[in-house]
């Protein structure tokens, strides 16, 4: 079983910051190729953010771009994302997702989500 567990969400103003980790856990996780972080604001689909690979590559929704950073601590099995000068666009439900690969078999797992919730 493995399992993503998030934290950091909440309420914030606009221009805030705030930063959401997500702690990947489970005896069969395998190897972790990618983490990254999507959102699901009320009405809208699930979209990724931002997601950072094994070996370092990132990619950011224009949205958020420079100001937001996503890192992982693979020793911690921890994916972060940085979010600044947010805005009440970037409202929503965020959900950690990360891929992994065990023996040849590529698996998905996603968080239960964190709500964001940014006030103007």
């Known amino acids: 079983q493995v399992q993503l567990v998030e934290s950091g969400g909440g309420l914030v103003q606009a221009g805030g910051s705030l930063r959401l980790s997500c702690v990947a856990s489970?005896?069969?996780?395998?190897?972790?190729?990618?983490m990254g972080w999507y959102r699901q604001a009320p009405g809208k689909q699930r979209d990724l953010v931002a997601d950072?690979?094994?070996?370092?590559?990132?990619r950011y929704v224009e949205s958020v771009k420079g100001r937001t950073t996503i890192s992982r601590d693979d020793a911690k099995n921890t994916v972060y994302l940085q979010m600044d000068s947010l805005k009440p666009e970037d409202t929503a439900v965020y959900y950690c997702?990360?891929?992994?690969?065990?023996?040849?078999?590529?698996?998905?797992?996603w968080g239960q989500g964190t709500q964001v919730t940014v006030s103007s």
């Open positions: 950072i690979t094994s070996g370092g590559s990132t």
């Open positions: 489970g005896r069969r996780i395998g190897s972790i190729l990618v």
């Open positions: 997702y990360v891929k992994s690969r065990v023996l040849l078999t590529a698996l998905e797992y």
